[in-house]
Every structure is written in C-alpha cells, then in structure tokens.
C-alpha cells in the first residue's frame, strides 16, 4: 500500500470521525430541546441556549418522576410558601413534607419553565397525590388582593430584588435595581427627603427591613416612595440627635450601620461593635470590616450567596473603594439594609475603651473585645 494511499485512507478516516462526533452534537442540541418540548412545554424564554440544554437534559434524566405522584391516595395538607423564598427552600420543604419524591426534579421543572420567577407567596392546600409538574403550577394560582414584600435586615438591594418575583407585586427584579442605584426623579419631591438629608446617589442602606403589604399593581416609584416614607418614619429626632452627638451626618450614620448589621450576628452586641467603630473613627483607623469586603466581592456562585465567608486572606486585598482594609474612613455607600437596633446602635453606642473585636470560640456568633493588638492576638482561638 503506497504513502499516499495510507495518508489518504488517515485524513478519510478523521474525517469521517469529526463527521460521527458532529452529527452527535448535532442531534443533541437539538433532539434534547425538542424532545423536553414536546413531553414538558417551551422552556422559559430568559434561558440561554446553553441553559435550555442543561435543563432539557436533566427533565429527560428524570423520566416519570415529574408526572407520576408521590402518593396517589394522598390527602391535602397545608403548604405556606413565605415572601422571598427561594424555589431550591420550596423544593426542598415539598420532598421534607413527602408532598414531592424529588426535590432536584421540581426545581430543574421549575427553572425550565420558569416557574421559579413566578410562584406566589401564600398558602396552599397541597397533596401528594398531585405530580411535580401539578404542585409547581398550582404554586402560581395563589392570587390575594395584596402583595407581601418582606425585607429582612441586612439584605443588600440585589437580594431584595431576588425577592420580588415571589411577593406578588409586578416589578421587575433588574428594572428594581437601576432605579435604586439611580433614584428617580420623582423621588426628590418625596417627604422623605425632607428628613434633613439629601437625595442619595443611590438608595442603598434606605430600604428600611420591615413586612410591606401593598396592592399588587403598586408601581416601582410607588414602591420606593413608601419604603422611603417608612425609612422616614423611623428616623426619629432621638436618633437623629444620636448620629450628631456621634459627629456623623444621616448618610454616615446609616452607612456604618449598614456595617453594624452585619458583624453583630448577635443583635445584642450591635452597640459595642458600633462603640469599636467609632473609635477608630476617631483616631483615623482604618475600619478593617469584614462586611465591606464581602460587599465588594459580590455574588459568590459556589456557595449562592451575595456573602462571602470565610473571607481568605487574598480577599482582603480586593482593589475596591469598599474594602476598608485598604481604604480610610467608611465605605463610598451602606452596604446592606440596617434595622432599628443597628441604626440605635450607632445612634447611642455603649462607651468602650476597645478597637478591636473577633468572633468567639465557641461558635456561638458572639464577639470578644480587645483594647489593644497585642489582647486581639491573644484572643484568637486555639
């Protein structure tokens, strides 16, 4: 057999290889889509192409798990679906009450569908004689005249957004963000803005944590407006005169709250923490917050949280105007949304001679007090 006839017969053969692999991938990307098409309707219309292929595939895998009942004589018990929580939380309670066999199955139906931006807080009579595919669309038929937005304290704006899809009100989570990175117009005639401050850049910090019922066609500036109101009302001239006494403007005041917030995991110690704080403030050191730091790191993909922790110590490096382990002085914007004990907190800290402060060793989310650096040492654990 000549060179030439065995090079061809190589390049014939690689040839026809590539062609059986393309053909393969071919028939996948779009046999996948059509077959769970066709068994389980369009995929929601926001998933990447990539995305719809991946949770094409997964329904596939699950065969009659989302079709067939977990019990078929199964009898109707109460489901409450709480504001803001999360369709993997959902899932995971339906398979923990024997309602669904399959939690995984019920969230890949639910984000192919794009059920999971529309299930409706409230409560539900569910049975687990019901499929998956039953329960996730009898979970978007709860329909009350009003809307519950729940803020909790120490949310960031982008987890208050995540909320909207499952607290009734028609508001888009993106379209929620830009307005509160940029507040609008109409804002600056709002009463709140009357409370001795001026309109923020952004709105950060003023989402005051709180249960807010509202009517379901409440608009997004309508929504601003009244946790803006609501932030107004609780800014009481007590507390007011409390962030003078402490020499920080409103804006200030809510910014180191926002910090507050976060490290006292035991709410009790929120006035101590902000007494460290200030302290610090007023010598010109650097505020070395863990918070600011998990702030400016942003969303975590591996753990689902906009919270980084623990923090390494090459994240105390991260180049941003809110790492305070690099940067004097507080952060350019708060960095959550504070509740009443944290702004009190700041407004009537205890009086402390400390500057430093850890977390315990025991586990128990309190904190140990340190005077100097040298006692912060010896106060690490074991």
């Known amino acids: 057999m000549s060179k030439f006839f065995r090079r061809n017969q190589y390049y014939f053969i690689l040839a026809l290889i590539v062609a059986i692999l393309f053909a393969c991938v071919f028939a996948f990307i779009y046999y996948v889509p059509a077959r769970a098409s ?17 949770y094409s595939t997964r329904l596939l895998t699950h065969g009659d798990v989302l079709s067939t009942p ?101 508001i888009d989570p993106e379209t929620f963000l830009a307005a509160g990175h940029a507040p609008p117009q ?22 005051f944590p709180d249960t807010y019922t509202l009517p379901r066609e409440t608009t997004l500036d309508q929504l601003l407006d009244i946790i803006g109101r609501n932030f107004t009302s609780k800014l009481t001239t007590d507390i007011q005169a409390g962030f003078a006494a402490q020499n920080l ?19 009790e110690e929120a006035s101590m923490i902000a007494s460290v704080y200030l302290n610090r403030i007023a010598i010109g050191m650097k505020l070395d917050a863990d918070p600011t730091v998990q702030y400016a790191l942003g969303y975590q993909f591996d753990s689902s949280s906009w919270w980084k922790s623990p923090l390494a110590l090459a994240d105390l490096e991260v180049i941003s105007p809110y790492n305070t382990y690099l940067n004097p002085g507080l952060p350019p914007t708060p960095i959550s949304n504070p509740g009443i004990e944290a702004l009190m907190a700041v407004a009537y800290p205890q009086t402390s001679p400390y500057y430093y402060f850890r977390a315990a060793c025991d586990g128990s989310g309190r904190h140990v007090f340190a005077a100097t650096f040298e006692e912060q040492i010896a106060n690490g654990c074991p």
């Open 249 to 267: 403007s409103i804006y200030q005041a809510v910014t180191l709250a926002s910090i507050v917030e976060r490290e006292a995991v035991q709410i």
């Open 38 to 54: 066709l068994l389980y309707g369009p995929p929601a219309k926001h998933l990447s192409i990539s995305d719809r292929i991946e």
């Open 186 to 207: 109409v804002l600056a005639t709002s009463p709140w803005f009357s409370a001795g401050f001026a309109a923020p850049a952004s709105m950060e910090g003023f989402f």
């Open 70 to 170: 977990l019990d078929v004589n199964g009898i109707e018990q109460p489901f409450r679906v709480e504001p803001g929580e999360s369709v993997t939380s959902i899932a995971d309670r339906l398979e923990g009450f024997a309602i669904i066999s399959d939690a995984q199955a019920f969230f890949d139906y639910a984000v192919y569908t794009g059920i999971d931006l529309t299930i409706q807080s409230g409560d539900f009579d569910l049975s687990s004689s019901q499929s998956i595919i039953d329960i996730a669309q009898s979970l978007q038929k709860y329909s009350p005249s009003d809307a519950t937005l729940v803020i909790l304290p120490g949310w960031r704006m982008e987890e208050i957004a995540a909320s909207l899809p499952t607290s009734g009100l028609s």
